[in-house]
């Protein structure tokens, strides 16, 4: 399973979401929406203009969790 890591790294950077979403020009109910891990897919333009601004590369955003099985 993958995780976004854009809040993480935004936070970093003192950004909130409405920040972000000026600096990236990318929608700030989609900044929304991956900041809470509310995604069923997601679009890679987006998530290139992210990293673009949070200067990180593309991989940056995201975070491998392993699964458990119950």
Do not use: P
Request: proline share 0%; hydrophobic share 40%.
């Amino acid at each position: 399973m993958v995780k976004l890591r854009v809040k993480e790294l935004a936070s970093q950077q003192g950004l909130n979401q409405r920040q972000l979403a000026e600096k990236s020009g990318v929608t700030a109910q989609l900044i929304n929406r991956y900041w809470n891990y509310h995604m069923q897919r997601v679009d890679l333009d987006a998530l290139a203009k992210l990293a673009k601004a949070l200067e990180c590369k593309l991989g940056d955003l995201f975070e491998e969790q392993e699964v458990t099985s119950s």
